[in-house]
C-alpha cells in the first residue's frame, strides 16, 4: 500500500488516488490523509503549475471556438438584423415625416393661395358693388335732375304765361283808369290816342 501511494505522482489529484486506493480494497484513511497533508502543504493552486497549461489552454481555445462560433452565427446576425431592421425603421419614419411636412407644406401654400383668391375676389366683387351702386345713384340722380328741370321748366312757362296775362290785365287797368281819370278832370271822354299813349307807357 505504501508502494502504491508512493507511485503516484505529486500532480495527480487526492480524488483519483483515493478512488484508485478503494478500489483495490485499501484504506485511504491514514495513509491517503497523509499524503494529501504532505501535498497539500507542497504545492499551489494547479491553474498555476506548468504541467496542467495545456489542458486548460486547450479547454480554453475549445471555449473560445464555441463562443465564436455562437456570436458569428447566432447573436451576431440577430444583432445586425435587429441594428439593420431599427435603421430601415428610422429611415422609413424620417422619410415619411418629410413626405407628410411636404404635403403639409403644399396644403399650406394652396390654402393661402385660396386665401388670396378669395380676398381679391371680395375686394373685386366689392368695387364692382360700389361702381353698380355708384352708377345707379348717378342715374337716379341725373333722372331726378332732369324731371326737376323738367318741372322747373313748366313752372318757368306758367310763370310767364300768368306774368304776360297779369301784365295784359295792368294795361287793361291802366287804360280803363286813365280814361276814367281823364273823363273825371276833363269832362269829356279819353282819345284812342291817348289811350294808346297810356298803354305804351304801361
Known amino acids: 500500500m505504501a508502494s502504491h501511494t508512493s ?7 487526492v480524488e483519483v488516488v483515493v478512488d484508485h486506493a478503494v478500489a483495490e480494497g485499501h484504506s485511504p484513511t491514514s495513509h491517503a490523509g497523509t499524503e494529501v497533508a504532505g501535498h497539500g502543504g507542497g504545492g499551489g493552486l494547479p491553474q498555476f503549475e506548468t504541467q496542467h497549461w495545456f489542458g486548460q489552454i486547450a479547454y480554453l481555445l475549445i471555449l473560445f471556438a464555441i463562443l465564436l462560433f455562437f456570436v458569428s452565427k447566432v447573436f451576431a446576425p440577430r444583432l445586425r438584423r435587429v441594428m439593420d ?3 430601415s425603421t428610422i429611415a422609413t419614419a424620417v422619410e415619411t415625416a418629410r413626405k407628410v411636412q ?3 407644406a403644399a396644403q399650406a401654400a394652396a390654402a393661402k393661395a385660396e386665401v388670396a383668391k378669395a380676398r381679391a375676389d371680395s375686394r ?11 352708377e345707379e345713384s348717378a342715374r337716379r340722380a341725373a333722372d331726378e335732375e332732369a324731371v326737376v328741370n323738367a ?5 318757368e312757362v306758367a310763370i310767364g304765361k ?3 296775362a297779369a301784365m295784359t290785365n295792368v294795361a287793361s287797368i291802366a287804360t280803363d283808369t286813365a280814361a276814367a281819370i281823364i273823363e273825371r278832370l276833363t269832362g269829356t271822354a279819353a282819345t284812342a290816342a291817348e289811350l294808346n299813349a297810356v298803354k305804351g307807357a304801361v
Open 151 to 155: 318741372r322747373i321748366a313748366e313752372a
Open 124 to 134: 373685386a366683387m366689392a368695387a364692382a358693388a360700389k361702381a353698380r351702386v355708384t
Open 7 to 13: 507511485a503516484a505522482t505529486p500532480g495527480v489529484p
Open 102 to 104: 411636404a404635403e403639409a
Open 162 to 164: 300768368t306774368r304776360d
Open 85 to 87: 431592421e431599427r435603421a
